[in-house]
């Protein structure tokens, strides 16, 4: 046996490509509007604001290690029961905890064709093979991914809505894939844009964990609540998942100014009104302008939209995106999601929405 001369990373780390976040920045541009990164452009509610601020005059003290005060709001917001509530930094923290947990070297995880980059990092860093899933017009499709399900199987990922595409598929349908499932199969409902679907047919999934013991729900405050910055997540599951998975998590893994923002931000009600009514004007307003420009966009129930460009010369989303940065508009490329001709937009504010139109425009020679 060859003698090693440096460390070597577990098999699967370096298969994974590493994640890289949307752009933010535009040289040269005065002004820059950045809509890579799904953030609400309401910004967090004034009380998060100000519980988070409030925290700065105790820094030196450890936060509550088991962020009770969070976890009580979400209860009292969802009607959930707090001991079955796990919190993290971010949605991402708790996507690799149930990986962590619930995978091992030789096991699968499925996931969708263009679902939620975190999912292959996750299952790849603990030595498990991921599972592509095809999906049937950016949508996920519950028979393909039953069909993907073998004996190594040990969890099912689905973002619903997902990201990028906007896509979900209804409550009916995430029953039907629950109930092919082997029992010992974990199923993973990240609903991170779960707050602004306006669909009857939907729901997060908070009830098919109530009556089940092989489901959990992901939720995030970086989208509608507008904490990005602080790095907050949760999970609703049954009891032994979360007795699992807090098992494993960092004894703080969440910090004390997260805590109290985000329970701040469950208080203001008012907020939310208003962010949703804002994406609900706007995601209408940009999907149908942009349509009209000969531009295929996908139908989304998120807050942002997948634009599709022609596939010749000229009208690439490789040279829109140049020329919407040039004028500040910052948009996420998805080529890493298999999207290479496609660019994502998250909703923005009225300036932000009609500059991007206007732009666009100017690029499909409809100005």
Same mark, same amino acid.
């Given at each position: 046996? $060859?003698? #090693?001369?440096?460390?070597?990373? /577990?098999?699967?780390? &370096? +298969?994974? !490509?590493?994640? %890289?976040? @949307?752009?933010? *920045?535009?040289?040269?541009?005065?002004?820059?509007?950045?809509?890579?990164?799904?953030?609400?452009?309401?910004?967090?509610?004034?009380?998060?604001?100000?519980?988070?601020?409030?925290?700065?005059?105790?820094?030196?003290?450890?936060?509550?290690?088991?962020? $009770?005060? #969070?976890?009580?709001?979400?209860? /009292?917001?969802?009607? &959930? +029961?707090? !001991?079955?509530? %796990?919190? @993290?930094?971010? *949605?991402?923290?708790?996507?690799?905890?149930?990986?962590?947990?619930?995978?091992?070297?030789?096991?699968?995880?499925?996931?969708?064709?263009?679902?939620?980059?975190?999912?292959?990092?996750?299952?790849?860093?603990?030595?498990?093979?991921?599972?592509?899933?095809?999906?049937?017009?950016?949508?996920?499709?519950?028979?393909?991914? &039953?069909?993907?399900?073998?004996?190594?199987?040990?969890?099912?990922?689905?973002?619903?809505?997902?990201?990028?595409?906007?896509?979900?598929?209804?409550?009916?349908?995430?029953?039907?894939?629950?109930?092919?499932?082997?029992?010992?199969?974990?199923?993973?409902?990240?609903?991170?844009?779960?707050?602004?679907?306006?669909?009857?047919?939907?729901?997060?999934?908070?009830?098919?964990?109530?009556?089940?013991?092989?489901?959990?729900?992901?939720?995030?405050?970086?989208?509608?609540?507008?904490?990005?910055?602080?790095?907050?997540?949760?999970?609703?599951?049954?009891?032994?998942?979360?007795?699992?998975?807090?098992?494993?998590?960092?004894?703080?893994?969440?910090?004390?100014?997260?805590?109290?923002?985000?329970?701040?931000?469950?208080?203001?009600?008012?907020?939310?009104?208003?962010?949703?009514?804002?994406?609900?004007?706007?995601?209408?307003?940009?999907?149908?302008?942009?349509?009209?420009?000969?531009?295929?966009?996908?139908?989304?129930?998120?807050?942002?939209?997948?634009?599709?460009?022609?596939?010749?010369?000229?009208?690439?989303?490789?040279?829109?995106?140049?020329?919407?940065?040039?004028?500040?508009?910052?948009?996420?490329?998805?080529?890493?999601?298999?999207?290479?001709?496609?660019?994502?937009?998250?909703?923005?504010?009225?300036?932000?929405?009609?500059?991007?139109?206007?732009?666009?425009?100017?690029?499909?020679?409809?100005?």
């Amino acid at each position: 046996m $060859t003698a #090693l001369m440096r460390p070597v990373p /577990r098999p699967g780390v &370096l +298969d994974i !490509a590493a994640y %890289v976040p @949307g752009k933010s *920045s535009a040289p040269g541009v005065a002004k820059i509007f950045k809509l890579s990164s799904n953030e609400t452009p309401l910004g967090p509610s004034p009380k998060a604001v100000e519980a988070y601020n409030a925290v700065g005059k105790h820094l030196e003290e450890y936060p509550d290690g088991a962020a $009770t005060e #969070l976890r009580e709001a979400i209860g /009292r917001t969802f009607g &959930l +029961d707090p !001991a079955r509530i %796990v919190c @993290g930094a971010g *949605s991402d923290d708790i996507l690799n905890l149930i990986a962590r947990a619930y995978l091992a070297d030789g096991d699968e995880a499925i996931h969708t064709t263009h679902g939620f980059l975190v999912y292959p990092i996750a299952t790849l860093g603990t030595g498990a093979k991921p599972v592509v899933a095809a999906e049937r017009n950016f949508t996920a499709d519950v028979d393909a991914i &039953l069909k993907a399900v073998t004996p190594k199987t040990k969890i099912v990922f689905l973002a619903n809505p997902n990201n990028p595409t906007g896509t979900y598929i209804p409550f009916d349908e995430v029953k039907r894939l629950h109930a092919g499932l082997p029992p010992h199969v974990l199923f993973v409902l990240d609903a991170a844009y779960a707050e602004y679907v306006r669909r009857n047919d939907y729901e997060s999934g908070i009830e098919l964990v109530a009556t089940s013991e092989n489901v959990v729900m992901c939720r995030t405050f970086s989208k509608i609540y507008g904490l990005a910055a602080l790095r907050l997540g949760w999970l609703y599951g049954p009891a032994h998942i979360v007795d699992a998975l807090n098992r494993i998590r960092g004894p703080f893994n969440v910090s004390a100014p997260a805590i109290a923002a985000g329970a701040a931000a469950l208080a203001d009600s008012a907020h939310l009104d208003r962010s949703r009514e804002h994406n609900d004007r706007w995601l209408a307003w940009l999907t149908e302008e942009i349509s009209r420009l000969g531009l295929t966009v996908t139908p989304s129930v998120g807050n942002f939209i997948l634009i599709h460009f022609p596939d010749q010369p000229g009208k690439t989303a490789k040279e829109a995106d140049a020329l919407l940065t040039s004028r500040g508009c910052i948009l996420r490329q998805v080529g890493a999601y298999k999207l290479p001709n496609a660019l994502r937009m998250s909703v923005g504010t009225e300036e932000a929405n009609r500059l991007v139109v206007k732009t666009l425009a100017e690029f499909m020679g409809r100005a």
